[in-house]
């Protein structure tokens, strides 16, 4: 064979070649993994009061807190220092306060984390009661607190101690759920 023969011979096996790698498909890019977005508040408070009412017009509650950032993608107000005042059928005031809380859009619910102190002032027949916890969800429409972390609650006559708790607020009634265990001295 001369050596004429074979450049043609050479050249379209490059061209042939070369179109392979010019036709293929590139590999594909790799996903994005880019977090979505951060959600930002649509309105600030400062120093505030929001107060429910019930069907009667009576009020129901007040949540106030020194600052709220309210996030319109989940409808919830993020409260720093909230104190939450809810009123029982027998007009007793209940105040339960945390360093930090969520409302939810409706005002049906807050909740209140970190360490939460809930008080209940003297009445005529009762003492006073201070109850501790951690984390508390307080259902304004059922008028109940709920919390499944560990519970003290005190009055002058002793302690009680226990894990998880609901508090009936409107009936002025203290339930522990699991391992209680309480220290009584006399009144």
Request: proline residues 9%; charged residues 30%.
């Amino acid at each position: 064979m001369r050596r004429g023969s074979l450049y043609p011979l050479a050249a379209l096996a490059l061209t042939v070649l070369l179109g392979l790698l010019l036709t293929r498909d590139p590999a594909p890019p790799a996903p994005e993994t880019a977090a979505p977005p951060e959600e930002r508040p649509d309105f600030f408070l400062e120093g505030f009061t929001m107060v429910d009412f019930d069907e009667q017009g009576q009020r129901r509650a007040a949540l106030s807190g020194r600052t709220g950032e309210h996030f319109p993608g989940r409808g919830e107000l993020e409260i720093i220092d909230p104190d939450l005042r809810m009123r029982s059928r027998d007009g007793v005031l209940w105040e339960a306060r945390a360093p930090f809380g969520i409302a939810e859009r409706e005002g049906g619910e807050v909740r209140l984390f970190e360490e939460v102190d809930i008080r209940r002032p003297a009445q005529q027949a009762r003492p006073p009661l201070d109850i501790n916890t951690h984390n508390l969800l307080v259902d304004l429409r059922a008028g109940e607190a709920r919390t499944v972390e560990p519970v003290t609650a005190r009055e002058p006559a002793g302690t009680l101690r226990g894990t998880g708790m609901t508090l009936d607020y409107r009936a002025d009634r203290l339930r522990l759920h699991a391992d209680v265990r309480g220290s009584y001295g006399a009144y």
